[in-house]
C-alpha cells in the first residue's frame, strides 16, 4: 500500500515541543471513528502518552515505515467540540505556546491521564406524588425523616447526596425510610426529566435604576456578541445583576460560564447561586478532587449542567448550548497564568464569546486600564453602578500621616485610638497588611548580618510561632537561629511588620477582644477559611486582620473601620502595573467598610500624605486616577498603547542565561528593520531564584501584529540555538508582572 492509500493520524502530545507526531492508526480501528477531538493513546519514546488526536491525513512528511501505531483511542465520541478546537488553535497561534500543551490544558486531570470520560450517574431524590399530598406532621414519631422530608418541602425541587450533606446529618437511614414508604423517589441527572425543575426558586432581588439599566441593556443584546464591562463600586449589587442575566439565558435552556479569581469567592457565590437557581451548577476549582473536576467537567460538556462556577482553569471547559460567559472582578492578576502556558483568562474568555456569538460581561469596581482603554476605543460597552445597594453609604477615605509617631508594631497612637472608638460600639475592625510571617528581615544588632536565602535574591522571613526562617520565593526553610552566624552575637532582631506580629500586637493593646489572622499561613487547612469567615458574621470575632484575600468579594457587614497598615510599600516599584495594582487594592480593600446601614471609614497609615496617587483616590476616586494613569502610558507608549512579550530565561550557570538572550536579540538584529523595541537583556529584578540565574528580554511594537509576525519568524530560528538546549527558556505574551 502506498502512502496515499495510508491513514495518518496527527497529534498533540504534551511535550515542551510545538508540532504535532503522525501515528498509525490502531488496530481494529474504523475510519468513521477517527474524529478530531478524541484522546488517543500513543507509544512516545520508551513510554505511553495521552494526546489528542487533531487531523486525519492521507501522508506524512515522515516515511510511511518509520510511523509508530497508536495504541488505543480512549473516546467513542469527541470531548472537545470543531469549536473548542477553534478556540485552542486561536490561543496557541497567540501565545506561542507548545501546542500538546495548549490542548491538553483544556482537560481536566483524570482526563488527561486516559480515565473513563463516562459520567457516572449522580443520585438526585425528589417527593413522590404521595409526598406532594403528604403533611409533615404524619411523620411526628420519625424527628429525622420528618426534618428531611421538610426539607424536601422547603426546597421544592430534586436534591442530590451533597446538598442534603449541607442540611442535615446522618440523613442516609432516614432517607432509605422515606424511599420506602414511597414519599420519595430516586433518580439521576442523567434521566430526571427537566420539566420537574422550575429554573428559579427564590424571587429575584428588587433592583435600584442602575441596576435595572444594566440588566435591560445586556438583555437587550443576549443574541450576539457583545462585552459589557460592569463597573460596580463595592457593594453596589453586581451579583444581582448577574443573577438576573443569568435567568434569562436559562430561560433559553442555555448554559453560563462564570469565572472567578480566587478560590475564596467560590463557596459564597456557589451558595447564592444554588439558593437563586434550582438548575444543576457546577464548581470547578483546584481545592476539588480529581474525580469531583472531572464529573464537573464532563457534565457541562454532555450538557446535563446548566451554570458553571470556576477559576481561571475552567475557562476551556466544553459547553455545547453555552450562551453568556461572566468573569468577576475582571482586573484580577490571578485571571493571568503565570507558569507554563501563559494565557489570560479574561482575554481568551473574549475571544471564546466572540468565536460563539455570545455576550460577556467583565465586572469589577476598579477595571483594569486594558479594559477602560477599549471602553475608550468603544470596543466595549460600559454599564455604571455608581452607588452601593440598599441604604448603605460609601466609605470615607482619609490618610494618617505616621511621620515621628511612636509606633506600636506598626500601629499608631491615633490609630489605636480609633479602633478603640470603633470596638466600643460593637462594630468590627478590618486591618490590612500584604505580608504574612512575624518579619520579613531577621537583622543581627551586633554586626548588621541578614539573613538571606542562599537560592534566592531575597531576605528570608521570620515564622516566629513554628521558629522558623522561609523563603517565600522558594519555601526553603531553617529553624530560627538564636545567634549571629557571622558574630556569634546573641543580638538578632526582627526587622519590618508581618501579619504574625500585627496579630501578637493586637492581643496585647486589646486583651479583652478577640482577633483572628486570615492569610495562607492560617487557612491552609481545608474548611479553616469558612470557619473563620463564619465566626466573622455571627459576630464572635471584633478584630479582623489579613493579607490580599481579604480584599476580594467578602461581604463583613459589622465591619465599619478598614485600615491598610502600610500604603507605602506599593508607591515605590520598577514595574510601572505597580500604581494601578496598589490604587486598585486600596479600592477593593476599603469596600469591606460600611456594606451594611453603618457608614464605613477607611484609614491608610502613610509616610508620603502628598503623594499624588493616593490623594487622588481619596478626592477624585478610582476613576480620575486611572484616566490620569492611562494619559501617563500613552505618554510613555506602555500598554494598552504598545503590546509586549517577555522572553524570560534561567539558568544554573550565571552567564549561559544572560548569552542566550543575547543570541536572541541578535537574530532579531539580523532580520529586515521593522517597529519593534528590543529591550534588554538585562537580569531579571529577583536575579537569582531558587537556585537559578534569570534574565529577560523585552519586545515592544505599537503593533500587535507586527509583535507576532516578529514572534512567528524568531522561534523557529531560537529553537536552531546550541544554548536553547542548555537553559529554560519561556516566553509571556501580554505580560502583566514584569519580576
Avoid at 494613569?629 to 534561567?650: D, G
Avoid at 505599537?702 to 509583535?707: A, C, N, P, Y
Amino acid at each position: 500500500m502506498n502512502s496515499s492509500e495510508k491513514i495518518i493520524l496527527s497529534v498533540a502530545i504534551p511535550i515542551p515541543l510545538n508540532f504535532l507526531f503522525d501515528y498509525l492508526p490502531p488496530d481494529n480501528c474504523k475510519l468513521e471513528q477517527l474524529k478530531p477531538g478524541l484522546r488517543i493513546k500513543v507509544p512516545f519514546g520508551k513510554q505511553s502518552k495521552i494526546g489528542i488526536l487533531l487531523a486525519i491525513n492521507s501522508c506524512s512528511d515522515i516515511d510511511i515505515s518509520k510511523l509508530k501505531q497508536a495504541e488505543q483511542l480512549l473516546d467513542t465520541e469527541p470531548l472537545l467540540s470543531a469549536k473548542d478546537l477553534k478556540l485552542l488553535h486561536w490561543t496557541q497561534r497567540y501565545y506561542h505556546h507548545a501546542i500538546g500543551e495548549v490542548f491538553i490544558s483544556a482537560f481536566p486531570t483524570a482526563l488527561r491521564k486516559g480515565k473513563s470520560s463516562e459520567l457516572k450517574p449522580t443520585p438526585y431524590f425528589a417527593l413522590t406524588e404521595t409526598g406532594q399530598a403528604t403533611d409533615a406532621i404524619t411523620l411526628k414519631k420519625a424527628p429525622k425523616q420528618q426534618a428531611l422530608f421538610k426539607l424536601f418541602q422547603a426546597q421544592n425541587k430534586a436534591l442530590n447526596t451533597e446538598t442534603i450533606n449541607q442540611h442535615c446529618k446522618l440523613w442516609r437511614p432516614s432517607l432509605k425510610a422515606l424511599l420506602e414508604k414511597e414519599l420519595v423517589y430516586a433518580s439521576n441527572f442523567l434521566a430526571l426529566p427537566a420539566k420537574t425543575l422550575a429554573i428559579t426558586q427564590q424571587m429575584p432581588l428588587a433592583a435600584n435604576d442602575q441596576q435595572q439599566a444594566a440588566i435591560d441593556t445586556i438583555k437587550a443584546k443576549l443574541e450576539k456578541f457583545s462585552v459589557f464591562l460592569l463597573e460596580g463600586v463595592t457593594g453596589s449589587g453586581k451579583t444581582e445583576v448577574y443573577l438576573q442575566v443569568i435567568e434569562q439565558i436559562l430561560a433559553h435552556n442555555l448554559q453560563v460560564l462564570v469565572l472567578l479569581p480566587e478560590i475564596t469567592l467560590t463557596p459564597q457565590l456557589e451558595a447564592r447561586f444554588k439558593q437563586r437557581f434550582a438548575v444543576p451548577i457546577e464548581t470547578y476549582h483546584s481545592q476539588h478532587s480529581e474525580t469531583q473536576r472531572q464529573s464537573a467537567w464532563l457534565a457541562m460538556q454532555k450538557g446535563h449542567s446548566s451554570i458553571l462556577l470556576g477559576t481561571r482553569s475552567a475557562l476551556f471547559t466544553p459547553a455545547p448550548r453555552l450562551g453568556l460567559i461572566i468573569l468577576d472582578e475582571e482586573h484580577d492578576a490571578s485571571f493571568k497564568q503565570q507558569e507554563g502556558f501563559r494565557f489570560s483568562a479574561r482575554d481568551v474568555a473574549i475571544v471564546r464569546a466572540k468565536m460563539l456569538n455570545i455576550p460577556i460581561v467583565l465586572g469589577s469596581a476598579t477595571p483594569s486600564l486594558e479594559s477602560l482603554y477599549n471602553v475608550d476605543k468603544q470596543l466595549y460597552q460600559l454599564l455604571r453602578l455608581p452607588n452601593r445597594a440598599g441604604n448603605a453609604l460609601p466609605p470615607s477615605l482619609s490618610l494618617l500621616d505616621i511621620r515621628n509617631q511612636q509606633l506600636q508594631e506598626g500601629l499608631s497612637p491615633p490609630l489605636i485610638r480609633e479602633i478603640k472608638k470603633t470596638l466600643a460600639k460593637k462594630e468590627q475592625v478590618l486591618l490590612f497588611l500584604n505580608r504574612r510571617g512575624f518579619a520579613p528581615t531577621l537583622i543581627c544588632h551586633s554586626c548588621g548580618w541578614v539573613a538571606q536565602c542562599k537560592r534566592c535574591d531575597a531576605n528570608l522571613v521570620v515564622h516566629y510561632r513554628q521558629q522558623k526562617i522561609r523563603c517565600h520565593h522558594c519555601a526553603s526553610e531553617q529553624p530560627l537561629p538564636r545567634s549571629c552566624p557571622a558574630c556569634q552575637a546573641e543580638q538578632l532582631r526582627p526587622l519590618g511588620l508581618g501579619t504574625e506580629r500585627v496579630e501578637n500586637a493586637l492581643q496585647m493593646i486589646f486583651p479583652e477582644h478577640t482577633s483572628v489572622r486570615l492569610d495562607r499561613d492560617t487557612t491552609q487547612k481545608k474548611g479553616a477559611l469558612a470557619e473563620h469567615l463564619n465566626a466573622i458574621n455571627q459576630g464572635k470575632v471584633d478584630i479582623i486582620l489579613g493579607t490580599q484575600m481579604l480584599a476580594k468579594g467578602h461581604h463583613f457587614p459589622n465591619v465599619t473601620l478598614v485600615v491598610l497598615l502600610d500604603v507605602d510599600s506599593g508607591l515605590f516599584s520598577i514595574d510601572f502595573h505597580a500604581p494601578e495594582r496598589l490604587a486598585q487594592l486600596i479600592v477593593q480593600v476599603s469596600g469591606r467598610a460600611g456594606r451594611a446601614a453603618k457608614k464605613g471609614r477607611v484609614i491608610m497609615q502613610t509616610r508620603q500624605p502628598e503623594h499624588p496617587l493616593l490623594n487622588s483616590l481619596i478626592h477624585h476616586g478610582y476613576q480620575a486616577f486611572a484616566q490620569a494613569a492611562l494619559a501617563e502610558r500613552k505618554a510613555a507608549a506602555l500598554p494598552p498603547y504598545s503590546y509586549q512579550a517577555l522572553l524570560r530565561a534561567v539558568s544554573l550557570e550565571k552567564d549561559t542565561a544572560f548569552e542566550f538572550l543575547l543570541a536572541v536579540s541578535e537574530l532579531i538584529s539580523g532580520y529586515p528593520a521593522n517597529g519593534t523595541w528590543v529591550l534588554g537583556p538585562v537580569a531579571a529584578p529577583m536575579a537569582k531564584r531558587a537556585g537559578q540565574f534569570r534574565y529577560q528580554l523585552l519586545l515592544q511594537d505599537t503593533q500587535r501584529k507586527q509583535l507576532h509576525l516578529l514572534l512567528n519568524r524568531l522561534l523557529p530560528d531560537i529553537a536552531k540555538l546550541k544554548l536553547a538546549r542548555k537553559i529554560r527558556w519561556s516566553l509571556d505574551i501580554d505580560p502583566i508582572d514584569l519580576y
